[in-house]
């Protein structure tokens, strides 16, 4: 036994997380475990709440843990070095450039994340539509792979590392065209070319233009938020370092954070 090693073993087993049961029947094995988790306490838990405070250990948010909505990425370990470059795992990669909604820029993501992003872009078209009467011409992406580790937890790769993850800042929308549904309170100005951002209109403003807008993207994550089988994380303008973009992914745990007065 390693004196000290409890915290990064108990972590080992949180990060390969791929099943609440599987998850609790190693750690109910563990005699280390984190201070503030006695081995007693640990037994006497569901799966479910097991994996959660296993997540709850690493993150300080309010992760989840998932059930029946296998991901193929699921046994796939996160687990990197603390420090220096990183190797990011190989995984089957494509280009994307959207479906119902056009992207701006090629998105390069992991294969079995295609599907969940068109299921995506319906939603968005969905909501645009019943908005300002038609789909937005393009979506905005800050970036989609990209190996490097989560800022804030260095021993964690990043789902970008994987292909996994998509940063949606906004959406421009063309002109609208005649036979095209126009909802009855569409202000003049958004019959124009015109563009959302979530940095800029995820908080309603005093105009009907801005309060058209923050409706829309609220619109968008209510709709994901109540589809649990596409995206597993979604943070928000309230999240740290997310205040100018949606970020969404298909991480093995479930977390929703940033979308305050939602
Ligand atoms: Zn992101």
Redo the contacts with the bound molecule.
Sequence with gaps: MVVGGGISLFQSYCLNLSGASHVCTSMKSLLLLPRHVSRRTLLGLSSASCASLCLGSLWPSRAEAVSGDPYPLDDLSRTIPARGRIACPKVELVRYRGDAVPYAQTALIYTELKPRLQAMERIIAAAAKATYGRAPKRLIHL?TYNCRRIAAYPTWL???GLGN???VSGFDFGSHKRGEPLPDDLPPSLRRPFSVRVKRHWNPGRSAEQKLHASFLRQIIRELLSRRRIFRVL?GPGYPGHHD?F?F?CAPFRMVEGFDGL
Excluded: F, V
């Design positions: 970036g990043s789902e970008h993850a998509i940063d943070l973009h970020h992914d």
